[in-house]
């Protein structure tokens, strides 16, 4: 082997890595929208939390991966830390499958079946039609279905590479001699650790075992033990990431590194034991790709059975790891999430459901302070909106970054409408304070509105009440029907606001109100005004998304001219139903 194989190595691990990626982010983003779907089904059953570990590894084809975005749901407050362990038990499970497609490397015949397995028969073929998907397709589900196989093929003819490299080795009294030192089981699991830790891809490290393999001189004595290595080194991907976070985020990379060495501890030592006792003949006999497969699989299967219920036990241990509890916090999301975009999409849209919900109620408690003052509810609201703003100052800059990464066309249009709406919020949530302060004003100066003015303003707070309720749930539930009767409810607050006003001045003319009332009702009025402006942004944008028919300009200009008959049944339904005459 001269430096022109040692160059081929390196180049092929390159290829394997950056294919492995490529199929990694390609394939993740194909299975975003059912990977939301499960995650959102998950349960506290360990046995449902087992089947989404397995599955969303085998999507994502990474269960490092699937461990740091354990750790960024954590430490968002997402995800209570006893829920990851099962989780992390079947993403160890699921990364088994790269090993067994990894495998295909070594099949040999002349069998036309057995020839159309060899990575060298389909994987020109899968790059072909990656890239005709890729170039002709318009659609970004086929675009993405066409990169995971391009990224496929790359990792496949990374992993040839590597073997190619490697095959003078067989005959190299050199490299004989180095692997007399893997005879030695602590040698073997160290290598493993180191390598894997190093490339931070358990994945490529054992491409790499299996590539070696099929020199001829690898025994299954010799590999064990770096497979053994090989799944504790995986979990330095997960401890470089709790750096910083939270301590039930460290405890998930406790948790993650509690199982592969506990299970190594058992594996190796039920089997020299037994080795001890029977002698295995295999031991000494050469391991093949699909060998080094199924060892990889028994382990990882093997410890899951053998931990599956003991997943409290798992916990004790990171706590008592990773001790001293934090006091609670408002938890937003982790960067960390960066690495699964859809799934990092998924957990926005709870956050913005949230501010949602939020902003809603701080105008429900707002609209009720004016008719019943209490200092109580007034100290709430501001909370409230000082929460708001949080919320709109956190989640609307993770979405600008979050749209560096590569999203589907599905979650860009999500990422979209939640930025064009977190603002909303944000300022209906300020509008609901400005309400609340004109409460606290009229209590201060002992102030009360006329009989006449509360029967009014009590139409207005019930129309306003219906409308914020109307877009937060057209919002949250991204019901477009919901969305389309906002519009002319506002238009409806709109002449309700100004009918009035035109009574506050008949009254103010004949004595019945006074100036000092008539600037608190300015302000009261104002402020629902626009409430329902923002209302109307929200709305718009629900119906916007999604839909590329959809022209809000055309529809404003049909809504202003009352051109459409939906709209005008809808706007006669709320003007009849928030009538004061």
């Given at each position: 082997?001269?430096?022109?194989?040692?160059?081929?190595?390196?180049?092929?691990?390159?290829?394997?890595?950056?294919?492995?990626?490529?199929?990694s982010?390609?394939?993740?983003?194909?299975?975003?929208?059912?990977?939301?779907e499960?995650?959102?089904?998950?349960?506290?059953?360990?046995?449902?939390?087992?089947?989404?570990?397995?599955?969303?590894?085998?999507?994502?084809?990474?269960?490092?991966?699937?461990?740091?975005?354990?750790?960024?749901?954590?430490?968002?407050?997402?995800?209570?830390?006893?829920?990851?362990?099962?989780?992390?038990?079947?993403?160890?499970?699921?990364?088994?499958?790269?090993?067994?497609?990894?495998?295909?490397?070594?099949?040999?015949?002349?069998?036309?079946?057995?020839?159309?397995?060899?990575?060298?028969?389909?994987?020109?073929?899968?790059?072909?039609?990656?890239?005709?998907?890729?170039?002709?397709?318009?659609?970004?589900?086929?675009?993405?279905?066409?990169?995971?196989?391009?990224?496929?093929?790359i990792?496949?003819?990374?992993?040839?590479?590597?073997?190619?490299?490697?095959?003078?080795?067989?005959?190299?009294?050199?490299?004989?001699?180095?692997?007399?030192?893997?005879?030695?089981?602590?040698?073997?699991?160290?290598?493993?650790?180191?390598?894997?830790?190093?490339?931070?891809?358990?994945?490529?490290?054992?491409?790499?075992?299996?590539?070696?393999?099929?020199?001829?001189?690898?025994?299954?004595?010799?590999?064990?033990?770096?497979?053994?290595?090989q799944?504790?080194?995986?979990?330095?991907?997960?401890?470089?990431?709790?750096?910083?976070?939270?301590?039930?985020?460290?405890?998930?990379?406790?948790?993650?590194?509690?199982?592969?060495?506990?299970?190594?501890g058992?594996?190796?030592?039920?089997?020299?034991?037994?080795?001890?006792?029977?002698?295995f003949?295999?031991?000494?006999?050469?391991?093949?790709?699909?060998?080094?497969?199924?060892?990889?699989?028994?382990?990882?299967?093997?410890?899951?059975?053998?931990?599956?219920?003991?997943?409290?036990?798992?916990?004790?241990?990171?706590?008592?790891?990773?001790?001293?509890?934090?006091?609670?916090?408002?938890?937003?999301?982790?960067?960390?999430?960066?690495?699964?975009?859809?799934?990092a999409i998924?957990?926005?849209?709870?956050?913005?459901?949230?501010?949602?919900?939020?902003?809603?109620?701080?105008?429900?408690?707002?609209?009720?302070?004016?008719?019943?003052?209490?200092?109580?509810?007034?100290?709430?609201?501001?909370?409230?909106?000082?929460?708001?703003?949080?919320?709109?100052?956190?989640?609307?800059?993770?979405?600008?970054?979050?749209?560096?990464?590569?999203?589907?066309?599905?979650?860009k249009?999500?990422?979209?409408?939640?930025?064009?709406?977190?603002?909303?919020?944000?300022?209906?949530?300020?509008?609901?304070?400005?309400?609340?302060?004109?409460?606290?004003?009229?209590?201060?100066?002992?102030?009360t509105?006329?009989?006449?003015?509360?029967?009014?303003?009590?139409?207005?707070?019930?129309?306003?009440?219906?409308?914020?309720?109307?877009?937060?749930?057209?919002?949250?539930?991204?019901?477009?029907?919901?969305?389309?009767?906002?519009?002319?409810?506002?238009?409806?607050?709109?002449?309700?606001?100004?009918?009035?006003?035109?009574?506050?001045?008949?009254?103010?003319?004949?004595?019945?109100?006074?100036?000092?009332?008539?600037?608190?009702?300015?302000?009261?009025?104002?402020?629902?005004?626009?409430?329902?402006?923002?209302?109307?942004?929200i709305?718009?944008?629900?119906?916007?998304?999604?839909?590329?028919?959809?022209?809000?300009?055309?529809?404003?200009?049909?809504v202003?001219?009352?051109?459409?008959?939906?709209?005008?049944?809808?706007?006669?339904?709320?003007?009849?139903?928030?009538?004061?005459?």
């Amino acid at each position: 082997m001269d430096i022109f194989s040692v160059f081929t190595l390196f180049g092929g691990l390159a290829f394997f890595i950056y294919g492995m990626n490529q199929m990694s982010r390609s394939l993740e983003r194909i299975a975003g929208k059912r990977m939301e779907e499960v995650i959102n089904r998950m349960t506290k059953n360990r046995f449902s939390g087992l089947l989404l570990g397995c599955l969303v590894t085998i999507a994502v084809q990474s269960s490092s991966a699937v461990t740091v975005m354990l750790v960024g749901l954590v430490n968002s407050g997402l995800m209570n830390i006893s829920n990851t362990v099962a989780v992390i038990m079947g993403s160890n499970v699921g990364t088994t499958i790269t090993a067994w497609i990894m495998s295909l490397v070594g099949l040999s015949g002349d069998n036309l079946f057995v020839r159309m397995l060899k990575p060298e028969s389909f994987s020109p073929v899968l790059a072909f039609v990656g890239i005709c998907l890729m170039m002709i397709a318009k659609a970004s589900r086929k675009k993405d279905i066409g990169n995971s196989l391009l990224g496929f093929s790359i990792l496949m003819y990374g992993m040839m590479l590597m073997s190619g490299s490697v095959a003078p080795l067989a005959d190299s009294p050199a490299f004989a001699g180095i692997l007399t030192a893997f005879r030695n089981p602590v040698a073997g699991i160290l290598t493993g650790l180191v390598v894997t830790a190093v490339i931070q891809s358990s994945a490529a490290s054992v491409g790499m075992l299996q590539a070696l393999s099929m020199t001829g001189s690898i025994t299954f004595g010799m590999a064990i033990p770096i497979i053994m290595g090989q799944n504790i080194g995986t979990c330095a991907t997960a401890i470089l990431s709790s750096i910083g976070v939270s301590k039930n985020a460290k405890r998930v990379s406790v948790i993650h590194l509690s199982f592969n060495l506990i299970g190594t501890g058992v594996f190796m030592l039920l089997y020299y034991t037994l080795h001890s006792i029977f002698d295995f003949s295999f031991a000494d006999r050469a391991i093949d790709p699909v060998g080094i497969a199924l060892c990889h699989s028994i382990f990882n299967i093997g410890t899951t059975i053998l931990l599956l219920p003991f997943t409290g036990l798992l916990v004790k241990i990171a706590s008592s790891a990773i001790p001293t509890e934090e006091p609670k916090r408002i938890a937003f999301l982790d960067e960390r999430l960066f690495e699964t975009p859809s799934i990092a999409i998924s957990e926005c849209v709870k956050f913005s459901a949230e501010m949602a919900q939020l902003a809603g109620s701080s105008v429900e408690k707002a609209l009720s302070n004016i008719f019943s003052y209490s200092g109580t509810l007034s100290d709430s609201i501001r909370e409230m909106e000082s929460e708001a703003d949080t919320y709109e100052d956190h989640l609307g800059s993770y979405l600008v970054r979050l749209f560096g990464s590569e999203l589907s066309e599905q979650d860009k249009d999500l990422a979209a409408k939640m930025l064009h709406t977190i603002g909303n919020y944000e300022r209906i949530s300020d509008h609901a304070l400005n309400l609340s302060e004109s409460a606290e004003e009229m209590h201060e100066k002992t102030l009360t509105f006329s009989e006449a003015s509360i029967s009014e303003l009590t139409v207005l707070k019930n129309a306003v009440e219906e409308v914020v309720s109307l877009a937060v749930r057209a919002f949250t539930e991204n019901d477009r029907k919901l969305a389309a009767r906002v519009e002319p409810l506002e238009q409806v607050i709109d002449l309700l606001t100004e009918a009035i006003r035109l009574r506050h001045v008949d009254r103010l003319e004949s004595g019945e109100c006074t100036i000092e009332r008539g600037f608190v009702l300015s302000d009261i009025l104002n402020n629902c005004e626009r409430i329902s402006d923002h209302c109307s942004n929200i709305a718009i944008a629900v119906l916007e998304s999604g839909s590329s028919e959809y022209d809000p300009h055309e529809y404003l200009r049909q809504v202003r001219t009352m051109d459409n008959p939906e709209f005008r049944e809808t706007y006669d339904f709320y003007r009849d139903k928030y009538s004061i005459a």
